[in-house]
């Protein structure tokens, strides 16, 4: 059974910084592409940031270019999402997610997904 279990949300001032950490069970972790989502209240859901099995980035949102970093680490079967230069409008339920594809381009080219961590960044 596959499982993302995602960590690390939490509230946090502007201008603060939190690492979001998931960890994956149950899949050849090293062979899927690994993205991180977000969906803020009366929002849909968007991307965040992607990440290639071998640790090159599939891209940013516009909006975190700069500020967010996504990286992997195949050993641990983990994938961590850097925040920094939070905004208050960074707040949201982030969600990671694992893609069979070798660079998947949207949400639906997601086979797998966790259950979220909340991320509330306060003004």
């Known amino acids: 059974q596959v499982q993302l279990v995602e960590s690390g949300g939490g509230l946090v001032q502007a201008g603060g910084s939190l690492r979001l950490s998931c960890a994956a069970s149950g899949l050849t972790f090293g062979s899927y592409a690994m993205g991180w989502f977000r969906q803020a209240p009366g929002k849909e859901r968007e991307f965040v940031a992607a990440?290639?099995?071998?640790?090159?980035?599939?891209g940013y949102l516009d909006s975190v270019k700069g500020r967010f970093t996504i990286s992997r680490d195949n050993a641990k079967n983990t994938v961590y999402l850097q925040m920094n230069s939070l905004k208050p409008e960074d707040t949201a339920v982030y969600y990671c997610?694992?893609?069979?594809?070798?660079?998947?381009?949207?949400?639906?080219?997601?086979?797998?997904w966790g259950q979220g961590t909340q991320v509330t960044v306060s003004s």
């Open positions: 990440i290639h099995w071998s640790g090159v980035n599939i």
């Open positions: 997610a694992a893609s069979s594809r070798i660079t998947p381009r949207g949400q639906y080219d997601y086979n797998y």
